[in-house]
């Protein structure tokens, strides 16, 4: 009896230790409490959208809907290693760009490092499981929380201000005659992810 009984006890606490292995993302990538989260997500928005946007939150799984959209608008806190950042889609980039996110999310919190993540968002548009958008739109980013973290202090770095990507599939910095030294610039239009079927046209906000 006192054999079984120790014998549960190591199996409970293997569960225990494996769900806790499960609640939690993979190292460096913020983790966020689901309010915040939800909160920093729908501030990507301007306000007037915000009430009707659906929401994503972040998962070991990768992202789940927690609000469905009821104005064609989804938003999410998109992570890479100690980054966050809000970004709303209208309804033809939830349909396309969005599917993107989603899936590189769920690749990345299995653990798969970045540049292979990429290649392999690469292949899966090559082969068609994904699209780029089939006509103009916009996603916003409106939020200040477009941020990298630093892992010691906590302090965050403003990577980007408040901007909105208008979707310009495989469009190139070149092909609107946009030199390297303005590329990221807020006071220049410039092409993000320049070349790849998600690249976007980003012009910096005054929000």
Not at 78 to 96: F, K, L, Q
Not at 99 to 123: C, H
Request: net charge neutral.
């Amino acid at each position: 009896m006192i054999h079984h009984t120790l014998r549960l006890a190591a199996i409970l606490t293997l569960l225990s230790a494996a769900s806790a292995m499960a609640s939690t993302l993979p190292e460096g990538i913020p983790q966020l409490d689901r309010n915040r989260e939800i909160t920093m997500a729908l501030s990507a928005a301007p306000p007037e959208l915000r009430v009707d946007a659906g929401v994503y939150v972040l998962e070991p799984s990768g992202f789940v809907l927690v609000r469905a959209s009821r104005n064609g608008f989804n938003c999410l806190v998109e992570r890479d290693i100690h980054v966050t950042a809000p970004v709303c889609y209208d309804a033809e980039g939830s349909r396309t760009t969005l599917q993107a996110s989603l899936e590189r999310a769920r690749i990345m919190v299995s653990g798969v490092d970045g540049p292979s993540v990429d290649r392999m968002i690469d292949a899966e548009y090559s082969a068609g499981r994904l699209r780029p958008p089939a006509k103009p739109g916009i996603a916003y980013m409106l939020s200040h929380d477009f941020v990298q973290l630093d892992p010691k202090t906590g302090e965050a770095k403003t990577l980007y201000p408040p901007h909105v990507m208008v979707y310009a599939p495989y469009l190139r910095n070149e092909d609107i005659g946009v030199s390297k030294q303005f590329v990221r610039s807020t006071t220049h239009v410039w092409v993000e992810a320049a070349g790849k079927p998600d690249a976007c046209l980003v012009f910096a906000s005054a929000h």
